[in-house]
């Protein structure tokens, strides 16, 4: 059956096939690990049934030797099983960490909305795989041999091992179908809970101003409260089942001594078989109770492998791309429609855009204007390729977007979203987008622009000033000031700034005013989405959107007399439109 494209390009999936010559080495030492396991009862045997019947010192000094040296042999081949798990986390997790990170902030931008949470899943997998709990299933295939030692030494002890072997299995699929469900609905309330958690600290300022902490730790405590009590009933039902295999397995023993101690006395095995054979059948047992013992973070392990495996294959596919020359800027948008991200069918689902088309060159300034939900951060979202429209094309000087590399698109691109928050860093990072190789003067011209030098330089330590923590707040103005030098840097070919003047000041709108103009003098394309007149008095053509539909689109001449004027025309001009 052939693969799924999404499923062979899957780094999950790849960095995982690459473990392999690890898994088999650690198998490999894992065998000699047990077979070393059979050191202890087989030396008690040789003391007992020998030693002591012949009072040789030699034997015995003879025997403590080899012991010694099989023992030394155990401890190395442990380190070395142990360190290879080790670092193949570790190496699992430098393939995987940037790809998982970066799949994590794919998902973010699908309409906001994530299934999957790649990082967090990768360090309980990576945790996993360096714990105690997965040498336990490497045991696991070698109960047989230990089995087989028992049946040696005699029938009915190999017999009454295998059977107590069945009762514990039998317990660990009981425990395994119990808490399975149990363990994949904590996960899932789990980062439900976290989200909760980080959404809220976000929200902080406006949770506490509007008397709503009281509320919101209600909240939080339900949702905590329900989590608590999925991890509970996993805990609970692992314990019961921990508690009987570890008292089984102790009576199992006593057993074992006590049929011993019966054959023993039949003379059909020698004293000393019947302390091998009692720690042989405990050996035999040890790692099904390890397993049970370990079975909720197995459980987390397996259910974060599957969604990591989801998470890699449901991202679509890498296609093939070419570097494409500088653009000049031409933007042209054609039959643009985006729906709402929902589960139901295309024809029920309502339309964010519909059918948007309009087109604009270097150096042209528009404004995208309309009333509250007509589409605006919508269409910057899908203009920059944030979004992906589900109709409808987007062409920046003839390719579309995602001919583009991303890396090289986000070069030529300038984008001032609504919401402006800068991430931990200094502000030159910030402003730099984090380009390790940015360079000062770029950095200084892109804040020259924006009109933010000389309150950069205000600041504590100016450019070098480490801003996104909350021992270093800036007010909103301050944010969309510096998200503006953002979107400046790297003289982008087009740029897209969605309500840029929401929080400043009358300088900050002379300033923002001063950058467009600056930006269409140097060729870029310019599109705002606002409805303050001074900005939309930088631009040349103005676009009216009506319920996700296009009103008015036109040069600004063309469209009012007044730019004052602009949004209650435009206004009119939809409502206008809407009769029709």
């Keep these: 059956m052939r693969k799924d494209q999404s499923q062979i390009n899957n780094p999950y999936r790849k960095s995982m096939h690459g473990l392999r010559r690890t898994v088999v080495l650690v198998g490999l030492f894992s065998a000699a690990i047990n077979i070393l396991m059979l050191t202890g009862p087989l030396y008690m045997l040789q003391v007992y049934d020998r030693v002591l019947s012949s009072g040789s010192v030699a034997t015995l000094q003879g025997l403590f030797v080899i012991v010694v040296i099989l023992y030394t042999f155990l401890g190395i081949y442990e380190l070395l099983r142990t360190r290879l798990l080790s670092r193949a986390s570790y190496r699992l997790d430098t393939q995987i960490g940037g790809p998982a990170f970066s799949s994590w902030l794919d998902m973010g931008i699908v309409d906001g909305q994530s299934r999957y949470y790649p990082v967090r899943d ?18 696991l295939p070698w109960i047989p041999i230990f089995l087989a030692v028992v049946f040696f030494i005699h029938p009915w002890l190999g017999w009454l091992t295998v059977a107590g072997a069945a009762v514990v299995a039998i317990v660990a699929l009981l425990n395994q179908f119990v808490t399975q469900r149990v363990v994949a609905g904590a996960m899932s309330n789990d980062s439900d809970e976290r989200s909760f958690v980080e959404r809220s600290h976000r929200n902080a300022e406006v949770i506490v101003s509007l008397g709503m902490k009281g509320m919101i730790t209600d909240r939080w405590k339900k949702m905590h409260q329900q989590n608590l009590a999925h991890n509970q009933r996993a805990v609970e039902w692992s314990e019961v089942f921990t508690s009987f295999s570890k008292a089984f397995r102790l009576l199992l023993q006593s ?10 006395l039949a003379q059909e095995i020698s004293p000393g078989m019947i302390i091998a054979g009692s720690i042989i059948a405990g050996r035999a047992l040890a790692p099904v109770d390890q397993v049970i013992g370990q079975w909720r973070s197995i459980g987390r392990a397996k259910e974060a492998h599957r969604r990591l495996l989801l998470a890699f294959d449901s991202l679509p596919a890498e296609k093939p791309r070419v570097d494409l020359p500088q653009p000049t800027g031409r933007l042209k948008v054609i039959n643009l429609t985006k729906m709402t991200p929902d589960n139901s069918s295309i024809s029920d689902r309502a339309r964010i855009l519909d059918r948007v088309s309009f087109e604009v060159g270097p150096g042209d300034g528009l404004a995208v204007i309309g ?15 944030a979004w992906q429209p589900d109709a409808g094309e987007i062409r ?20 001032l979203p609504q919401t402006v928050e800068m991430l931990p860093g200094t502000i030159a990072e910030n402003i730099a987008r984090f380009d390790p190789e940015a360079k000062d003067q770029d950095v200084i011209e892109a804040a020259k622009i924006a009109g933010v030098h000389d309150m950069i330089l205000g600041m504590p330590d100016g450019y070098a000033t480490y801003i996104g923590i909350s021992a270093q707040p800036l007010s909103g103005g301050q944010n969309q000031r510096l998200g503006l030098a953002r979107a400046l840097y790297g003289q982008p070919k087009f740029v897209v700034l969605d309500e840029p003047n929401s929080n400043l000041d009358t300088i900050g709108d002379e300033a923002l005013v001063v950058a467009v103009n600056t930006l269409r003098r140097r060729g870029a394309a310019v599109i705002i989405m606002s409805h303050r007149p001074n900005v939309i008095s930088s631009v040349n053509h103005i676009l009216a959107l009506h319920k996700g539909r296009v009103a008015k689109f036109g040069e600004k001449s063309d469209m009012v007399a007044n730019t004052s004027d602009v949004t209650s025309q435009v206004d009119v001009l939809a409502a206008r439109k809407s009769r029709l």
């Design 122 to 139: 990768l360090e309980v997998v990576r945790s996993f795989m360096a714990s105690p709990a997965i040498l336990g299933l490497f045991d």
């Design 371 to 385: 009333d509250s939900a007509a589409g605006k951060s919508s269409l910057a979202r899908l203009l920059v390729g």
């Design 255 to 264: 057993t074992l001594l006590t049929v011993g101690a019966y054959l023993a």
């Design 396 to 415: 920046l000087d003839g390719a579309t977007l995602d001919q583009w590399k991303p890396a090289d698109l986000g070069r030529y691109i300038g984008y």
